[in-house]
């Protein structure tokens, strides 16, 4: 069987930096797997369309949600946009979060905005009403709160449910902890990213955008779904060799 193509899923913006952000982590993804077929389909708001990607791809197509948690998205939308897809075999990869990767770059990103050892942090995250959303976010709060040596890390929201960010600061101030920093939990800047970083009492670190991490776990749970399709489809076409190389964690 062809290998499937890749269809990055993503939410879709108003704000034109996160349709360039998602670009620039698909030519990432790209330049690993350079003769994979990487697409890219949008939930809402943005062209392509995700049901106009999949009329275009032929013979199997993996659809890897650039979300970071479970929710309707994940659960229910691209579910119902894979059963459209009727002349595709298609399978829908898990969303990207929670994971190491995904928390090596919120690391790092936190770093690049000024973050100091022993401040504590919010992670603003969009917020759902879907409680395994919440679980996941949690999650990679205490992966995160273990990656920066043991700092308070409170999960918070942009929408959706609480805490929001501000509570979620007032909180760790009224715990004496006033070195608070934000980690943005979000893909691409955005409505919700801005306000979350306008929320912050001092470093605010950017969306985790096209960080050579994500690249690597966008193609990870590619294979892992592939892997599930019918045929040698999890590896690189003829024999060739992925440029992916191990990604050195850096230290706290």
Known sequence: MQQPALVAVAHG?????ALHTVEALLERVR???PRLDVRLG????????????LERAAGAAVLVPLLLGRGTHVKRDLPAAAARAGHLL????APLG???LLVEALYERLVEAGWSAGSAVVLAAAGSRDPDSASDVRATADLLSERLGGVPVVAAYASGTAPSVPAAVRTLAARGLHRVAVASYFTAPGRFAAASAAAAPGPA???L???PALARLVLQRYDEAAAALAGPVAGPVGGEQSREQPLE????
């Open 13 to 17: 913006s108003r704000d034109p930096r």
């Open 31 to 33: 330049e690993l797997r």
């Open 42 to 53: 949008h939930i809402e708001l943005n062209h392509p369309l995700l049901d106009h990607t």
């Open 90 to 93: 298609t399978r829908v990869a």
């Open 98 to 100: 929670p994971h190491p």
């Open 205 to 207: 670190a950017a969306p």
């Open 209 to 211: 955008g096209a960080h």
């Open 249 to 252: 964690l850096a230290t706290a």
